[in-house]
């Protein structure tokens, strides 16, 4: 069972990545998947939350307008779009699987994850 985080890199500031997270050993479809980014001496912080539930997605203000979540479950794989970046973009960045299904209460973003992947690194620099 992993997630696996790819699609970083070294872009200029105003570039675009697109970053892929692709599950293996679990089905994704019934997980909200989260991307999260830390950057050296910061805490780690959400930037975009995709519910399992179609049309819910949540992107934290540094992001708005700029990056795009969004999941291809019969490629079991989230994406995040990346565009206008940043240098204060610059970070490694991790997604994250975690139920929305608490009981009978549904909670969006999840409270936790249960599965993390290891993290692709994006440099935004000229």
């Known amino acids: 069972v992993q997630l696996q985080a790819s699609g970083g890199g070294l872009v200029q500031p105003g570039g675009s990545l697109r970053l892929s997270c692709v599950a293996s050993?679990?089905?994704?479809?019934?997980?909200?998947v989260g991307w999260f980014r830390q950057a050296p001496g910061k805490e780690r912080e959400r930037v975009s939350c995709?519910?399992?539930?179609?049309?819910?997605?949540t992107d934290a203000d540094s992001v708005q307008g700029r990056f795009t979540i969004s999941r291809d479950n019969a490629k079991n794989t989230v994406f995040l779009e990346m565009n206008s970046l940043k240098p204060e973009d610059t970070a490694v960045y991790y997604c994250?699987?975690?139920?929305?299904?608490?009981?009978?209460?549904?909670?969006?973003?999840?409270?936790?994850?249960?599965?993390w992947g290891k993290g692709t690194q994006v440099t935004v620099s000229s």
């Open positions: 994250a699987a975690g139920r929305e299904y608490i009981g009978d209460d549904f909670i969006f973003p999840p409270p936790e994850y249960t599965y």
């Open positions: 995709i519910s399992s539930v179609e049309g819910i997605s």
């Open positions: 050993g679990f089905t994704l479809d019934s997980y909200a």
